[in-house]
């Protein structure tokens, strides 16, 4: 059980240390979601 617990504070640690980086990938994901929306739906034949 310590394992465990020790393995979640290791990822707690990744994430807090890289919580821009994730930021960063979430934003560029959501940028390229709305724009391939807007797209479709402003192109339509």
């Avoid at 504070?9 to 934003?27: C, E, P, Q």
Wanted: charged share 15%.
């Amino acid at each position: 059980m310590e394992l465990v617990r020790d393995g979640f504070k290791g990822i707690g640690l990744l994430v807090w240390l890289n919580w821009d980086r994730i930021f960063v990938l979430g934003t560029v994901v959501a940028g390229l979601l709305a724009g391939a929306f807007l797209g479709t739906t402003l192109v339509k034949p």
